[in-house]
C-alpha cells in the first residue's frame, strides 16, 4: 500500500502500450474520468508494459498525446508495471510460499497431445473435441506437471527446460474455502452481486519466463497498492474478475467495486481491437473528429 486511509473513491485507467487508442479505450478512459468526477474521486493512470517486447515508448507517448486530446487528466505520477518486476515477484513467492504455484515444463505441443486422449477426442469427436475450455476459449491445462515430483521438477530445472508457474486452483480453491463473489455496478442503479467461478480457468499460468508476471497477478497487485476502490473496464475482461477476486482473497487483498461497460463495436459488430487495425484516435484526429465528436459516439457527451 502507499500509505493511509483512503478517504475517496479512486478510479484507474490503465491502458498497454503496444498500439495507438481507439474508440473503445476512450470510452474506458472518459467513463472512468467521469465517474470519479462525479464522486469527487481520483482517477490513476496507470500504464500496463510488463510485456516489454510488444509495449513501446512510442505508443505511451501516443496514449497520453490521445489522452490529452480528449481532455483527461490524473492524479499522482503514472505508473509503469515495467519498473515494478521486483514487486510483482515478492507478490508470486508470497503464492508459491504456501505451495500455490507449481512450475510447469509442459509446451503448447505436449497440452494438445495430452487431450488427445479425452474420451471425445478417441471417439473420433476430432482432436481434443470436448476438452473444456477456459473463458477466453484456451483448452484447460491438464495437470501434467501438476503430478511431478520434487525430484522430476528438480531435475528438470537443472537440464535447463523452460517454465512457466502456475496457479493450483484445486489447492487455492481450498485455501480460500469459501465461495467468492463481487459487487457489480452500472451508474444509477444498485450494485448488485455476483459469484465468482475461478474454477473455470483452470490451472492459470501466473508467471512465464519471458513475461515476470501474468496480467492476472500485475494487475490485483497494482490495484491493491494503488488502492483502487472502482475498476471500471470492459465487459470482455468481466469472466476474469472470478480469478483476481480468487488472488486477492489468497493474497488477503481488498475487493474493490466493478463496473464492467459494454463495449463499443465497429459496423461489423465486432469489438474495436487494435489487431484488427480498428480506426485509431491518430487517425480520427488528423480526419477533422473532435473530442466532443468522440464523446458524442460513445455516449458520454456533456458528461464532463
Not at 225 to 240: H, K, P, S
Not at 247 to 267: I, R, S
Not at 298 to 304: A, E, K, R
Request: one cysteine or more; a positive charge; hydrophobic letters at 40%.
Amino acid at each position: 500500500m502507499d500509505g493511509g486511509i483512503v478517504t475517496n473513491r479512486r478510479f484507474r485507467f490503465a491502458p498497454s502500450p503496444n498500439g495507438r487508442l481507439h474508440l473503445g479505450h476512450a470510452y474506458s478512459a472518459l467513463l472512468n474520468r467521469q465517474l470519479a468526477v462525479t464522486h469527487a474521486g481520483d482517477l490513476l493512470l496507470r500504464i500496463e508494459d510488463i510485456d516489454t517486447v510488444r509495449c513501446t515508448p512510442f505508443f505511451e507517448t501516443a496514449i497520453g498525446q490521445d489522452l490529452a486530446w480528449l481532455g483527461i487528466d490524473w492524479s499522482g505520477r503514472v505508473r509503469r508495471q515495467s519498473e515494478h518486476f521486483d514487486f510483482y515477484r515478492t507478490v508470486l513467492d508470497g503464492l508459491g510460499d504456501r505451495n500455490l504455484l507449481y512450475p510447469c515444463f509442459c509446451t503448447r505441443g505436449d497440452v494438445a497431445r495430452a487431450i488427445t486422449t479425452f474420451p471425445a477426442a478417441a471417439a473420433g469427436g476430432g482432436r481434443g473435441a470436448g476438452w473444456p475450455t477456459d473463458p477466453d476459449g484456451s483448452p484447460l491445462y491438464p495437470g501434467t506437471c501438476r503430478r511431478l515430483t520434487d525430484a522430476e521438477r528438480r531435475r528438470l530445472r537443472e537440464e535447463g527446460r523452460p517454465y512457466v508457474l502456475r496457479l493450483d486452483m484445486a489447492t487455492a480453491l481450498a485455501v480460500a474455502r469459501r465461495p467468492l463473489h463481487w459487487m457489480e455496478y452500472r451508474e444509477g442503479s444498485e450494485p448488485r452481486r455476483v459469484d465468482a467461478d475461478p474454477s473455470a480457468w483452470g490451472d492459470a499460468v501466473l508467471c512465464r519466463k519471458d513475461i515476470p508476471a501474468s496480467y492476472h497477478v500485475a494487475v490485483v497487485a497494482d490495484d491493491e497498492l494503488q488502492r483502487i476502490t472502482d475498476i471500471v473496464r470492459g465487459a470482455d475482461l468481466l469472466a476474469a474478475t472470478s480469478l483476481h477476486r480468487l488472488l486477492q482473497e489468497l493474497l488477503k487483498f481488498g475487493a474493490p467495486a466493478y463496473h464492467h461497460h459494454a463495449l463499443v463495436l465497429g459496423a461489423d459488430g465486432l469489438k474495436l481491437s487494435k489487431s484488427r487495425n480498428s480506426p485509431t484516435l491518430a487517425e480520427l484526429r488528423r480526419n477533422g473528429t473532435t473530442p466532443e465528436d468522440v464523446k458524442r459516439f460513445v455516449g458520454l457527451s456533456g458528461n464532463g
